[in-house]
T-cell receptor, first 115, second 115 residues
């Protein structure tokens, strides 16, 4: 069964610094997708970045990058040069590469970026 | 592209009443997912349709909850005899076939309050 765990409930950083959010997952499948989503204060959930399990290179999109450590079943999200507007709840999700499985989400990490 | 549309945005029901929530996926997306979000439980998966067929309803409470997708342009989530513990934000997401339905696009959610 799929399981996604985010142990950091909340993180507070000063703007323009780098923050890392942790996520570990459990799966029996050899092929899967990993995602990070952001939920803003308005409740909107938007897709940020994705890592496919077969890819060795860490994904990067803008100032978001991933630290994919497959042996540890870990997919950390790194945000560089944080901005006030990065304040949000960040969810990690996993979907096994199986048409019959829906993605499962972690509990989320609340990021506060302060001036 | 209008994005995923959910109606109503807010719904208040009395205990024991029925609630029907609507979701219109992004045109061309063939997968639809329903989630429930609460402070305590986080983002809980409820059910998943692909090409209108129910694929995985393992997250649906066995009683009082049902979901349908009568055509490719909308899905409904019905809760019979609503209880205060059903109060939550109900989120609908859709996915295109691209990359085996890897990415999800979320709607704004319906906030259900059961008095």
């Amino acid at each position: 069964a799929q399981k996604v765990t985010q142990t950091q409930t909340s993180i507070s950083v000063v703007e323009k610094t780098t923050v890392t959010m942790d996520c570990v997952y459990e799966t029996r499948d050899s092929s899967y997708f990993l995602f990070w989503y952001k939920q803003t204060a308005s409740g909107e959930i938007v897709f940020l970045i994705r890592q496919d399990s077969y890819k060795k290179e860490n994904a990067t999109v803008g100032h978001y990058s991933l630290n994919f450590q497959k042996p540890k079943s870990s997919i950390g999200l790194i945000i560089t040069a944080t901005q006030i507007e990065d304040s949000a709840v960040y969810f990690c999700a996993m979907r096994e590469d199986n048409n019959n499985n829906a993605p499962r989400f972690g509990a989320g990490t609340k990021l506060s970026v302060k001036p | 592209n209008a994005g995923v549309i959910q109606t109503p945005r807010h719904k208040v029901t009395g205990k024991g009443q029925e609630a029907t929530l609507w979701c219109e996926p992004i045109s061309g997306h063939s997968a639809v997912f329903w989630y429930r979000q609460t402070i305590v439980q986080g983002l809980e998966f409820l059910t998943y349709f692909r090409n209108q067929a129910p694929i995985d309803d393992s997250g649906m409470p066995k009683e009082r909850f049902s979901a349908q997708m009568p055509n490719q342009s909308h899905s409904t989530l019905k809760i019979q005899s609503t209880q205060p513990q059903d109060s939550a934000v109900y989120l609908c997401a859709s996915s295109p076939y691209r990359d085996n339905y890897a990415e999800q696009f979320f709607g704004p959610g319906t906030r259900l309050t059961v008095l």
